[in-house]
């Protein structure tokens, strides 16, 4: 089974700050996403890559970066948080059929 | 963009009873859907899918249903147990957007012991 890990597992911040989050996964999947899940909109798509190096604009990925630096790796990052980005924020990899995903960072920005 | 809707947005039944989860979606090329399930704190997980070349998916006691011409989905669980007790998450991929899922906003599901 695909092991996706996230990191940190909750993070508070204040208004104004950089906040990075990190996702690893071990299965060797080229696509990872990145979802933050608030209640009475499911999960949202910020931003995702098809492999190292890339990444690609998801549905609401403003006030959002991404990097992919490996294979295995893929980082959120805040560069200026906002209550507004207070939220669980879930990894994903896998490909055009089954997404696994990470256990989330549940994030609250002050 | 594609849309994805569920109905309905939570329901509470008794242990053992069936339950029907609802899904429409708004986009003719979408031609995969995969379900999700998530337990309470826990990470979402796969738990059943069907292609818009089917009309029925059935695997232990979860059977889908799909009508395209409608655009709807529907989930049916049977003999609800307490592991049950999850949200559950309906999502829609087309053909050109190469993995990417649009997923509705879920159904809270409580199993009343």
């Known amino acids: 089974e695909a092991a996706v890990t996230q990191s940190p597992r909750n993070k508070v911040a204040v208004t104004g700050g950089k906040v990075t989050l990190s996702c690893n996964q071990t299965n060797n999947h080229n696509n990872m996403y990145w979802y933050r899940q608030d209640t009475g909109h499911g999960l949202r798509l910020i931003h995702y890559s098809y492999g190292a190096g890339s990444t690609e604009k998801g549905d609401i990925p403003d006030g959002y970066k991404a990097s992919r630096p490996s294979q295995e790796n893929f980082s959120l990052i805040l560069e200026l948080a906002t209550p507004s980005q207070t939220s669980v924020y879930f990894c994903a990899s896998g490909d055009a059929e089954e997404q696994y995903f990470g256990p989330g960072t549940r994030l609250t920005v002050l | 963009g594609e849309q994805v809707e569920q109905l309905p947005s939570s329901l509470i039944v008794q242990e053992g009873a069936s339950v029907l989860i609802n899904c429409s979606y708004t986009?003719?090329?979408?031609?995969?859907f995969p379900w999700y399930k998530q337990e309470p704190g826990k990470r979402l997980q796969f738990i059943i899918d069907i292609r818009s070349n089917m009309e029925r998916k059935q695997t232990q006691r979860l059977t889908l249903l799909f009508d395209k011409k409608t655009k709807h989905l529907s989930l049916h669980i049977t003999a609800t147990q307490p592991g049950d007790s999850a949200i559950y998450f309906c999502s829609a991929s087309n053909r050109y957007n190469q993995g990417k899922l649009i997923f509705g906003q879920g159904t809270k599901l409580s199993i009343k012991p």
């Open positions: 986009d003719s090329a979408s031609v995969y």
